[in-house]
């Protein structure tokens, strides 16, 4: 690789007027490289283009734009276009390019050192905190230790401008930061405040109220605690009609991880029961951990009396809103409001959506806080905002333990590519395992093979574990498309003739896709639409049918035991267009299990 890099920078000092070939993620990349090392080049090119535009602070053009018979091209998108790239530059006189290879694209990737400063058309970046404390048990990866949350506030206090969550935003003009905290764990007031006000930086606490002054933990902090702190724990379990084995750190982790959406999906009142109907399960003889606690009334109180800090709410029991009706949101909003205000003595006005996700969410949500002076309210969705931002969906960026390299790198990384790539990070900390080919396109890694018999998959069983997907939504990252999942998709993908036809690897891979329907459809790529001919589908599909490619890969195990290698799989989904203009995941089809692997090295 190291002699590949240095035939790419020996080919740009040999040539006078170097291009980057190509606009978007991959170009960027290159773009930035070219900065970072310090070598002259004129702008991007593509094929054609539509209107004027700049990147990284070059002009964007068309190939017929380009003048210059000396010009040389550095083509920088996926490799399976680069004989047709080749192609037309030859055909336009064009005789000096350097096609930059998956393995080079992916180490210039990740060694980008982002030594230049560039333009960006949002300048907020909203970061997402939940701890502050050092854990030797982490599942959720929620801590970030406090010798680093010190590092990067430091780091924030010299280099960006950091402002309040509620202020007025609209004539920012310079990248800037805003700190906030969700859920409103103890060591937000032990360990983050006393940081906070060392380099006296502003922050915004989201409190659920339903847990101060109560030794209790949160619900997936107990679920944790069941099978990492629990001396008589089985071997085994089952649930949801599937079997979880429990040899394992790893596998007890992956228990945690399948069981999280079904606890997630109930309400405040089911879910105290399906916790109660868990530790007889698993014969738990685990107590409630210090580490783990919530705020008291009395440190709540003294965090919010500090000038630096604002505080929000974050509901009574931490519940996914679009679950409830009006009315149970209204209750869960009005009243964590005014349990906070009668703590603090202070108006509170701005609220942040447990778990974030826009599935987590819903128009009586936005509804229930405007009628409630709510003036903010922030998601949990990647992305950056302007004065332009809605300010009841601000998007946030978590972020998780990491050295300030790191830190420093997910901050440029944000600023400069959120605008090609879109929000590469998922609403929920269920959702982190997502891994790049050497294109950078990401790619949906399944946890568990929760459905392991390919000889005889039972469908009935997946059908079933798909109806938690039902009334939600995501979006495709490249297209902005939201699709919607209704209550006929379970059937059609558990159900379909196309499934049933189905045998050996395909079966088992469509099977375990079903953890990832979400994140398949966010990195989803390549729409094209067909017409809608058949009449039992003049409703559904009334205005034709969306097909859209992804990717996902299973892990590969040995004797129950992960290997560290993946099978990755192509397929397709299929989106019907209804009458009431919104999309629909109908199901997905052509799966088949990619020739290669697409990652550099395995």
Known sequence: ??????????????????????????????????????????????????????????????????????????????????????????????????????????????????????????????????????LELDTWKLAVSPDHFDEQMKYLKKHYKILRFEDDWTETDEKSVVITFDDGYFDNYRYALPILEKYGIHATFFVSSGHIDDVKEFWW????????????????????????????????????????????KLKPEERNVEIKRLKEILNDNSAPRQTHRTMSSDELKKLAASELVTIGAHTVTHTALSRESYDEQLYEIKKSKEAIENIVDKRVNVFSYPFGGRQDYNSDTIRVLTSLSFTKSASGFWGVSDGCTDVMQIPRNGKRDMDLNDFVRSLNYTWYMCDVSGPFLSDS??????????????????????????????????????????????????????????????????????????????????????????????????????????????????????????????????????????????????????????????????????????????
């Open 1 to 134: 690789m190291k002699e590949e890099l240095r035939r790419l920078t020996d080919f740009c000092e040999k040539e006078r007027k170097i291009y980057c070939y190509g606009a978007g993620l991959y170009g960027k990349v290159v773009g930035i490289f070219l900065d970072d090392n310090n070598i002259k080049w004129n702008g991007f090119v593509v094929s054609s283009k539509s209107e004027e535009g700049t990147l990284l602070g070059r002009n964007v053009i068309s190939l017929a734009e380009v003048q210059s018979e000396d010009a040389a091209f550095l083509v920088s998108v996926n490799e399976k276009y680069h004989g047709e790239i080749e192609k037309i530059l030859s055909e336009n006189g064009f005789d000096s390019s350097f096609c930059v290879t998956d393995g080079l694209y992916q180490e210039i990737f990740e060694n980008l050192s982002y030594k230049k400063e560039y333009r960006v058309n949002k300048n907020i970046n909203v970061l997402l905190y939940h701890r502050i404390i050092d």
């Open 221 to 264: 902090d107990e679920l944790e605690r069941m099978f990492f702190c629990n001396s008589s724990l089985p071997d085994h379990i089952y649930y949801e009609g599937l079997k979880l084995p429990l040899d394992t750190d790893e596998l007890k982790r992956e228990a945690c991880y399948f069981i999280h959406p079904y606890i997630k």
């Open 429 to 602: 900390s269920l959702e982190d395992e997502i891994t790049s080919d050497i294109y950078g396109q990401r790619i949906p890694v399944l946890r568990n093979n929760i459905f392991t018999n390919r000889q005889n998959i039972n469908w009935d069983d997946v059908e079933k574990y798909l109806v938690r997907y039902v009334n939600t939504c995501s979006q495709v990252i490249e297209t902005n498309d939201v699709i919607h999942i209704g209550n006929e998709f379970p059937d059609e993908y558990s159900g379909s003739n196309y499934t049933r036809a189905l045998k050996g690897t395909r079966a088992k891979a469509k099977a375990n896709a079903a953890q990832a329907i979400s994140r398949m459809i966010r990195f989803a790529t390549n729409k094209k639409y067909k017409e809608n001919y058949k009449a039992k589908h003049s409703s559904d599909a009334a205005k034709g049918w969306y097909y859209y490619d992804t990717r996902f890969a299973v892990p590969v195990y040995k004797d129950k035991i992960k290997t560290g290698k993946y099978n990755f799989f192509l397929a397709r989904l299929v989106v019907n267009h209804a009458t009431n203009d919104k999309l629909y995941l109908y199901d997905i089809i052509d799966i088949k299990k990619e020739a290669s692997n697409p990652l550099k090295t395995q």
